[in-house]
């Protein structure tokens, strides 16, 4: 069985969608929760569902193991960022050599990087002008937004669409896909 880690800091609906798809999946289960932010709504995903949560203390992360020990304690074999704000440490991407991926809610190498994450994304695509965004997947490495892409798909930018409206067309393209490219890379 390959035990999953899901990393995330936000509502959680990813979470939500990659846990319900490997419920009841013979080969691969979602064993664990990490959150560095109090009351948020992925942690209650979490209980919804009857999987443990950890939550993540800032100096252990960045300066002490950053929970390699625990991880490999639970015997987590793979990490899932889904909407995870914090900086992956170089401790944790050493322990999980190409075993770390994250969704991006844009086309990289575009829209990527410090400071790039969720409605901030989204603005920037507006403010350019783009008829195109999307979503990437790729491996995590030690710079933001960077390591090697392993899915893209795109869908329209429409003139009179807001932040709020491109960020559920991204939602929607997430949550189809996430899922089944984890399956994919773990199978
Ligand atoms: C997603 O849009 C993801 O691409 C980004 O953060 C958002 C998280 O949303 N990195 P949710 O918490 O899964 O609803």
Redesign the pocket.
């Known amino acids: 069985m390959k035990r999953i880690a899901i990393f ?10 990659i846990i319900e798809h490997f419920t009841h999946h013979p080969k691969i289960s979602v064993e664990l929760i990490v959150c560095n932010k109090p009351g ?3 942690l209650n995903i979490a209980d919804e569902h009857g999987i443990p949560s950890l939550l993540l203390d800032k100096e252990q992360f960045f300066r002490g193991n950053a929970y390699v020990d625990e991880l490999k304690a639970d015997e987590i074999d793979f990490i899932v ?5 914090w900086k992956v440490p170089a401790t944790l991407i050493q322990a999980y050599p190409q075993k770390i991926v ?5 086309l990289l190498p575009n829209y990527g990087g410090k400071g790039m ?2 409605r901030f ?1 989204h603005e920037a695509v507006l403010a350019n002008k783009e008829t195109e965004s999307g ?1 990437s997947i790729h491996l995590v490495d030690e710079l933001y937004d960077h390591g090697k892409v392993v899915f893209q798909a795109s869908c329209e930018v429409k003139p009179d669409d807001t932040p709020d409206t491109l ?1 559920q067309r ?2 929607e393209l ?1 949550h189809k896909h996430f899922a089944p490219v984890i399956e994919t890379l773990l199978s």
């Open positions: 995330a800091s936000g509502a959680g609906s990813n979470a939500r969608k948020a709504g992925v960022l889904a909407g995870f704000l994250n969704i991006h809610p844009a994450y969720g994304v979503i960020a991204i939602h997430e």
